[in-house]
């Protein structure tokens, strides 16, 4: 049975599904697992006749904590500030604006509309959050003591979750809150809380509701299931581990909250060569070049066609990684299995697309073809993703060029290769069609004493300048038989 199937086989009543992403960088691939995830669930339970509620967010109130080399200079500065108050990277927006946006965009192409998109700040100001943070503060000793059980380590008496955005430097993650009188909240703004960010120094006593500052994250995160009536969120590994903030915010909505957990679902990462695939670390690609290579169908078919909490391998650059993912797309699409036939199901985007009879890989080989433009024009999708993918991705066995000039590779052929080049000059014009014309090249080769191997090289080098390529009579068909004709006569009297 489909996971998403089976997950939701026994669930009854109204469901609230959420999800969220912190705005501070640019969207890897990786992170649009949990919007597709998350969006497959609301679309399987509305298939169902169940009333859900779809909810996604962007944790713009989070600090700043981090930035890549190239923004150090120009927004060092806001280091430690929430996200929706540092400046954006264009005129007129915010930081987490920004990338906001960018998710946003991603979100549309694959299909994904939440119910309510929300931004956190907002609700934090709306004082949407503020009988949770009312209950977090009061009830201080029952949050210490999930955090204590679940570390087996004591809290002191002046923690508290939450931090307050200092009036004076704007920086969240360097104030602590120290005491709680049922009002207002005692706070300092400190200059070695943290590494990233400096606090001024600044101390006083404010107001915690209405924005004026946050919950620590791992209790915003229950905050969030209690004051949306959340049902269904999953988590990435990175914080579903064993006593990870997944299992913390469990602990937190049930014994500070009072509410039901939602239903646990675990998902893996994506890895690159059996390596966890980080940006940082250059593996794998951004969600927007992902879709710009394979497309929405592609996308969601990736995040969709195992089981959550099984790693799926892509290492999308310089391998074959991406024509085998259409290639199993392809399979999935046509196979009477009931399973494959869920995962296509919700892989579709509104994006209508002909699916190709051929496979990637030959569209791939006939989308470098000058002459073969047309022989691929039904399949205009996969050729658009084909070209991104012989520029950008693509190992260089896999590009094909034809030469403009002489290759300086014929050097190397025999007076049998020349002389069968010249032998498949005359055959050019006489109309064959590409499967006749490739034996014909072969038994050419073969009465020649060329194996199959010295006879295709032969044709290679001199068009391609390597000794390999595609399927050599649709090489030469597609081509311009007056510029082949010219070229195999120029190699063989060389
Ligand atoms: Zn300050």
Redesign the pocket.
């Known amino acids: 049975m489909f996971w998403a199937d089976k997950l939701l086989e026994k669930i009854e009543g109204k469901q609230v599904i959420n999800d969220s992403f912190t705005p501070s960088g640019i969207v890897h691939m990786g992170s649009l697992k949990g919007p597709v995830i998350h969006d497959t669930l609301a679309k399987v339970l509305r298939e169902k006749k169940v009333d859900t509620e779809f909810r996604y967010g962007f944790d713009d109130m989070d600090p700043i904590d981090g930035l890549p080399a190239n923004l150090m200079e120009s927004h060092g500065k806001y280091m430690g500030q929430p996200l929706f108050m540092a400046e954006g990277l264009e005129k007129g927006e915010t930081f987490g604006g920004h990338f906001s946006k960018m998710m946003e965009g991603l979100l549309n192409q694959l299909d994904i509309k939440p119910d309510f998109l929300y931004r956190t700040s907002v609700l934090y100001k709306e004082g949407v959050f503020n009988k949770a943070i009312k209950i977090v503060l009061d009830d201080v000793d029952k949050v210490r003591k999930v955090y204590e059980d679940m570390y087996k380590k004591k809290l002191s008496d002046t923690w508290y979750p939450f931090q307050v955005i ?6 969240l993650g ?2 602590k809150v120290i005491n709680w009188d049922g009002e207002k909240v005692e706070y300092e ?1 400190l200059p070695n809380l943290v590494i990233w960010a400096k ?4 101390k006083g006593k404010i107001s915690p509701y209405d924005g004026k500052g946050k919950m620590v994250w791992k209790v915003e995160w229950a905050a969030k299931w209690f004051t949306f009536g959340v049902t269904i969120e999953g988590a990435g590994k990175d914080h579903a581990s064993a006593g990870g903030s997944y299992d913390i915010a469990m602990e937190l909505v049930e014994k500070v909250f009072k509410t039901k957990k939602p239903l646990k679902l675990a998902y893996e990462f994506f890895l690159s060569g059996g390596k966890k695939m980080s940006s940082s670390k250059g593996l794998g690609i951004t969600g927007d070049e992902l879709l710009k290579v394979v497309g929405s169908e592609r996308a969601r078919f990736l995040m969709i066609k195992t089981e959550p909490n099984v790693a799926v391998e892509f290492s999308p650059k310089g391998t074959d990684g991406i024509p085998a993912l259409f290639d199993q797309y392809q399979s999935f699409a046509n196979s009477k299995d009931k399973d494959h036939q869920r995962v296509i199901q919700f892989s579709k985007t509104a994006q209508k697309e002909n699916l190709p009879d051929i496979r990637f890989s030959t569209i791939a080989q006939l989308a470098q073809m000058p002459n073969a433009q047309d022989k691929i024009k039904k399949y205009e999708e996969w050729a658009e993703y084909a070209k991104v993918w012989v520029e950008k991705y693509a190992p260089e066995s896999e590009k094909f060029t034809i030469q403009k000039e002489l290759p300086k590779e014929v050097k190397n052929l025999s007076k049998e290769q020349k002389k069968l080049l010249s032998k498949i000059s005359s055959e050019i014009f006489k109309d064959l069609h590409a499967e006749e014309f490739q034996t014909k090249i072969y038994e050419l080769g073969k009465e020649l004493g060329l194996n199959g191997k010295q006879t295709f090289s032969a044709i290679y080098n001199s068009l391609l300048g390597k000794d390999h390529g595609p399927k050599a009579a649709w090489l030469i068909l597609s081509l311009d038989k007056d510029f082949v004709k010219k070229r195999f006569e120029e190699v063989s009297n060389d």
Not at 199 to 202: A, D, F, P
């Open positions: 200092c009036p004076n430097c704007k920086k360097t104030t703004c606090g001024c120094g600044q």
